[in-house]
């Protein structure tokens, strides 16, 4: 990264200086005819100006009159949007050429500037714009090695309007994959700019004319940039991206047991690693969370209930230190193991080819591309078979092997249902006894030796049967979803439904008024919750027992129904599809829900007391939580029973060293939603994310950004804006927020089936970009019968925001 030279540095003085400066001097674009006055010589001979305007543009269409503030694009800060620019003015017009000179200047003493070599740019308006926008030549956060550019297309004015523009595209700087002409044209511009001006940290607006000429709008210094860059960045950023296309293309070969040519990865798909801890891991989350359940608790549960047995196929892969699942194998064990193996690699090409010509619907597949279940609108998807090369009898075999085992997973659920209860009685006696036999006095070795029995017992008794009832409890949800798309029932009836579902939330809201109440006892009160914290694989996140920071205020506690039935005939609406009608469809969904998430609750209480010892052991060892957190399970579990204390010390501490440096360097690295192809780490796509909105609610209020320091904020009706959230968080159902929006997340997520339940407004999942621009917000409108965010107001300024502002007054942006 290079700051502008000395020489280059009294280039940027204003818009004007450096428009003039660049304009003789590049080949690969195009800066309009200007002239530019100070607004002390507009005063002195105002009669004059508009005489040599009128001769220089006498050929032009229409003009320009733009302010061109001293300082206004300095090296120090950028005031994008700030004064007033006026468009569609007539050259041969005296008074209109007058009027837009006067409107600038006025807007300079509205904003309480008064210098008189204040300038004023006149230029010649651009026509036939196809695409327009902003290009920073590093990320505006950290500075890593990327072109971002945040554009429009055609005459498109949401973006604008609401702020919530899904058009941002990020380049590799030194990629050498071929790009859309239009973007290899403009980089081609930048890179003479760049050259020019002898800097890689600039902000330049830019339009691109249907003829694909490049035209340049604005240059000015990037000046969010402020902290220093690692050594060698960029070389390590591109030893890294061939890293990542080596392993993509490993893992991309066919696999002998399992269907489909070929595979793809995504952050939101299945098991939602990027909701559950974060895009950008601590070690020991990232290997907690993968021994537990996506190395093969994940597959183990669901070939419990018949879906294709897809062992040893491991789910979570890592790309820089970004987690993504392998669609490849998660879509092999969503197919019942009844389906002949032909039409299964024929099938699960099909559900490939089908996400990726669609990337917009990675975090939603169950619903739009799989038939994991059969649901009452699975005929309807089914016929799409028919224009992809599936026969009908095809098709019909496709149908009749989802309803059978769909119908075979409701007939066996009391059974599966008991089983499931016996493992969580034998987590909870084996749990007390583990822990019973660990004495006051033990070392670290044995801390550790009883971490690892506990979270041994954690994946066996616990998350495998998670995974059977997370699916079950799927199964449950799509059907009574499809009776909502069907128009048997409404949408308020399911949320009466999920109303009076027992979960541990409802429990924990019981228990807090009865807690405040003085009807319950802070040490009962805790022996029962004091085992979740907001983060349940991380172990630098504290526990409820270790804080009271998340409970320790008055909450209105949500009115819930206490029974609702079902007002339609189910049965003969089941008897008509071919479903089983001998199971109680009410009890089986309600059940299956909070089974989920009671055994969810219970395998937790062995996580998190496993990694309460791992910190006291490694306390012991001499390593804080922040430390440990750097080094991954299988060195915390195997290093010590070899190697002395002092040994162990030793090697930890260059562990954890070599892990910190690799994770600040991962931190510039950057990396697309859903990977399809090697060409995705050099050119990051983002695709329109469509939030899961959840009930038909419409609020305005004042936004919250949560977070660690948060903890002790007032929540009440504020709209909470989280990265991604688990069980952990459900602390702030207690603070009577009026929304909530995640980054991460689907529509069976954990904070989706909790808001639900609730019958709370929400937005779960809005993606990298939205979430990105909602951060500067202080105010929205989270409009979910209308499935839309508006930004309301801004906390502070959004760069990008603001210079689309200042297109759309200049006429590219409709």
């Not at 052991?617 to 399970?633: K, S, V």
Request: charged content about 25%; glycine content about 4%; overall charge positive.
């Amino acid at each position: 990264m290079t700051n502008p030279t000395r020489s280059e540095r009294s280039i940027f003085t204003s818009k004007a200086d450096v428009l003039e400066y660049l304009q003789t001097k590049l080949n690969k674009s195009k800066i309009e005819k200007l002239i530019h006055f100070t607004v002390q010589e507009w005063k002195a001979n105002p009669r004059s100006i508009v005489n040599e305007i009128q001769q220089y543009f006498s050929k032009s269409k229409f003009l320009i009159v733009r302010s061109s503030a001293l300082g206004e694009d300095s090296l120090e800060s950028s005031y994008a949007g700030v004064y007033e620019s006026i468009l569609d003015v007539l050259p041969d017009s005296e008074q209109s050429i007058k009027d837009a000179i006067n409107s600038v200047a006025k807007s300079y003493v509205a904003k309480n500037n008064h210098n008189q070599k204040n300038q004023i740019l006149i230029q010649n308006q651009t026509v036939n714009i196809m695409t327009s926008g902003v290009v920073f030549t590093r990320t505006p956060d950290v500075g890593s090695p990327y072109y971002v550019i945040n554009f429009e297309d055609g005459g498109s004015t949401t973006g604008t309007t609401h702020g919530l523009s899904n058009n941002m595209l990020k380049i590799y700087r030194n990629t050498k994959q071929k790009l859309e002409k239009k973007w290899d044209l403009l980089l081609d511009a930048i890179k003479e700019i760049e050259s020019i001006l002898d800097t890689d940290l600039l902000d330049i607006e830019f339009g691109i004319t249907k003829s694909y000429q490049i035209v340049v709008f604005q240059v000015r210094p990037l000046t969010s940039v402020k902290q220093e860059l690692p050594k060698n960045l960029d070389k390590k950023i591109s030893q890294l991206i061939k890293m990542n296309q080596n392993l993509f293309s490993k893992l991309n070969k066919t696999k002998r047991h399992v269907s489909g040519k070929y595979t793809l990865f995504s952050d939101m798909s299945d098991w939602n690693p990027s909701e559950i801890i974060g895009d950008n891991p601590n070690y020991l989350d990232y290997s907690l969370y993968d021994y537990l359940i996506m190395n093969d608790a994940w597959h183990r549960g669901r070939s419990q209930i018949e879906y294709h047995d897809v062992n040893p196929y491991k789910l979570m892969i890592k790309f820089g230190n970004k987690p993504y699942v392998d669609i490849r194998g998660s879509f092999n064990s969503l197919i019942s193991k009844e389906l002949d193996k032909k039409l299964k690699e024929k099938l699960l090409n099909y559900f490939l080819n089908k996400l990726s010509k669609n990337p917009h619907l990675h975090d939603k597949v169950e619903f739009e591309i799989l038939f994991t279940c059969y649901d009452l609108t699975i005929e309807n998807r089914l016929r799409e078979l028919l224009h992809n090369g599936f026969t009908k009898n095809e098709i019909a075999q496709i149908k009749s092997i989802v309803l059978k085992h769909t119908n075979l997973i409701l007939t066996k659920y009391e059974k599966t249902l008991q089983q499931c209860n016996l493992s969580l009685d034998k987590l909870d006696s084996s749990r007390a006894k583990i822990l019973s036999n660990l004495t006051k006095s033990a070392d670290y070795k044995a801390k550790l030796n009883t971490a690892q029995l506990l979270l041994s017992d954690c994946k066996k008794l616990g998350t495998i049967p998670f995974s059977n009832m997370a699916r079950i409890a799927f199964i449950a949800t799509a059907i009574l979803n499809s009776l909502v798309k069907t128009k048997h029932l409404n949408s308020d009836s399911v949320y009466s439904i999920m109303q009076t579902i027992s979960t541990p939330l409802s429990e924990f809201q019981n228990d807090l008024i009865a807690y405040h109440d003085k009807k319950l006892s802070y040490s009962d009160f805790i022996k029962k919750y004091g085992h979740l914290r907001p983060g349940t694989y991380d172990i630098t996140a504290m526990r409820y027992d270790k804080t009271n920071s998340y409970f320790n205020m008055d909450f209105k506690k949500p009115r819930r129904h206490k029974n609702v039935t079902l007002t339609i005939d189910y049965k003969e609406i089941f008897k008509k599809h071919g479903l089983d009608t001998s199971v109680d469809f009410l009890f089986f969904l309600k059940e299956a829900i909070a089974k989920r998430e009671f055994v969810k609750f219970s395998f937790t209480k062995n996580l998190s007391e496993a990694m309460e010892l791992i910190a006291d052991a490694c306390n012991e060892i001499g390593f804080t939580r922040d430390d440990i957190a750097n080094l991954d399970l299988k060195s915390i579990m195997s290093d010590y029973k070899t190697v002395s204390k002092a040994q162990l010390q030793q090697t930890w501490k260059n562990k954890i060293s070599k892990n910190k440096q690799k994770k600040i360097i991962y931190s510039f690295l950057v990396l697309p939603p859903l990977i399809t192809s090697s060409s995705d780490f050099e050119i990051i796509k983002y695709y329109s994310a469509k939030p899961n909105f959840i009930t038909e609610k419409s609020i305005s209020s004042e936004i919250i950004v949560l977070d660690d320091s948060k903890a002790k904020s007032d929540l009440k009706n504020k709209i909470i804006l989280l990265e991604n959230a688990d069980p952990g968080y459900d602390w702030i159902f207690t603070r009577n927020p009026s929304g909530l929006i995640t980054k991460y997340g689907g529509v069976a997520s954990h904070m989706s089936i909790r808001c639900a339940e609730l019958n709370l407004p929400a937005a779960i999942g809005c993606g990298e970009i939205i979430y990105e621009q909602l951060l500067l917000s202080s105010k929205v409108l989270l409009d979910c019968k209308n499935k839309q965010i508006i930004i309301l107001e801004h906390e502070k300024d959004d760069q990008y925001v603001e210079e689309r502002r200042v297109l759309k007054s200049l006429g590219y942006i409709r």
